[in-house]
């Protein structure tokens, strides 16, 4: 039962900390004002309305029978009430109105209606509230004649409603907007905490970030700037080591090529060199992995333009751009361009054509890529991301290195905030799915 009741309100309850900060300091201010106003509208407003009201209509019950009794002093007895009630008092000869002037939802009516007809019982009695400003107009019938009344307002309802409205809303208005501006700049910090992690969690190197707000989220927010220079200066330095190691490695491979050029057994000659060319591929991954660690800063990309200028750079026609569509994210130009070079020059290695298409959902952009090669078995699609992994028996995707040809792609993409998926294309081929927020 109680699991049930948390699912449910952990459903109606807002998901972001600001409203529900402002439901913890605001119900309470409103639950208080609802409190009050019932209690006065029940025990107060009402019985007080309801004595006045009983009050009023025992003087025109008692008027009526002083009239009734001596009918000679008319004008005496409606100066008097004029002048000490501010009561106007007239008598005709006509019968009541037939339509009626109440008003169904109205309480000073409807407290009214009930003391008349307590006191002079059915159709003897016609009222209207609402004919005049500061005016109740009420009407009895006494034998053959119509005793009329233009009684104030104030005798009727005990205080005024909408004052007491204004009172009770007015603060309580002010209260909540200062609750908001006080917790728009609380919360206002840990929405920059929030986005700075997600920059880095894309990759993107946040210098610009400075703690702020409470002790507790400027505590949070410095400890998430020395993780975050600790975790950059590891990457910089392991970068480094695989630059610095790839550099060193080059100087020795080059003198044993020369050395090579010298022997004149060209048999041993040749499987040394291959060997030697192998090792420098592996150098080169190196440093290509290398690469994706260096600092690069966010910019605007245009996609579509991105494509058309890879397009350009391989100067090979069997390459197709299907999407001409306009797509606009922020990310490393540089990082994107090596990550999809790189799986377009796998399926042009392995395949005769590669098709690019591209198109956006509700949030992201998928980039489609496509080719009529052998394509991958599907249970090593898992295997093909790991790093130093080479698939030799119908398509390596590193052929000439170690197997760090996915590993950087899915580094890149993943640092973007993306994901990246393997498939069988439409051409029989290996389809590369790849999805980037925007």
């Known amino acids: 039962m109680f699991s049930g009741l948390n699912k449910f309100v952990k459903v109606i309850l807002p998901k972001r900390l600001f409203y529900r900060a402002l439901i913890i300091v605001a119900a309470p201010t409103i639950i208080l004002q609802l409190i009050i106003t019932v209690v006065f509208y029940d025990s107060i407003w009402i019985k007080a309305n309801k004595n006045t009201t009983r009050s009023l209509v025992a003087q025109l019950k008692t008027i009526e029978e002083v009239y009734q009794n001596d009918k000679k002093n008319l004008d005496f007895f409606t100066d008097s009430y004029k002048n000490n009630f501010n009561f106007e008092i007239g008598i005709v000869q006509e019968v009541l109105p037939d339509i009626s002037g109440e008003r169904k939802f109205s309480p000073m009516d409807r407290s009214l209606r009930r003391e008349l007809k307590s006191t002079f019982g059915n159709n003897n009695y016609w009222f209207s509230t609402s004919k005049f400003k500061n005016a109740v107009e009420i009407k009895i019938k006494s034998e053959n004649e119509v005793i009329e009344f233009l009684v104030p307002k104030e005798m009727v309802s005990a205080s005024s409603v909408r004052l007491f409205v204004l009172w009770t809303t007015l603060p ?35 210098n610009d970030f400075r703690p702020s707000g409470a002790a507790e989220i400027r505590k949070a927010a410095y400890e998430f700037d020395r993780m975050a220079k600790r975790i950059n200066r590891h990457l910089n330095q392991r970068s480094e080591m695989l630059s610095g190691i790839s550099h060193d490695l080059r100087t020795p491979l080059t003198r044993l090529k020369l050395q090579l050029e010298m022997i004149k057994q060209k048999d041993i000659s040749q499987n040394m060199s291959k060997d030697i060319d192998e090792m420098e591929g592996m150098l080169n991954d190196y440093l290509q992995f290398a690469k994706t660690q260096t600092k690069e800063n966010t910019t605007t990309i245009d996609l579509a333009n991105l494509f058309i200028e890879i397009k350009k750079d391989l100067k090979n026609e069997n390459l197709t751009f299907l999407s001409s569509e306009k797509t606009i994210l922020k990310g490393r130009v540089s990082s994107l361009k090596r990550c999809f070079e790189n799986v377009i020059n796998n399926g042009l290695t392995y395949g005769e054509k590669v098709y690019v298409n591209l198109y956006k959902s509700s949030n992201r952009v998928i980039i489609n890529i496509e080719d009529d090669g052998p394509g991958i078995p599907e249970d090593q699609y898992k295997n093909v991301f790991k790093p130093f992994f080479r698939l030799d028996k119908s398509r390596s995707l590193n052929k000439s290195g170690v197997g760090l040809g996915l590993a950087i792609v899915e580094d890149i993409i993943n640092s973007h905030g993306g994901n990246i998926q393997l498939g069988t294309s439409k051409y029989k081929g290996l389809q590369v799915k790849i999805s980037l927020p925007f």
């Open 172 to 206: 309580s208005l002010i209260l909540v907007l200062i609750a908001l501006v006080f917790l728009k700049n609380q919360t206002r910090p840990l929405v920059r905490l929030a986005k700075a992690a997600e920059r880095f969690g894309k990759g993107d190197y946040v």
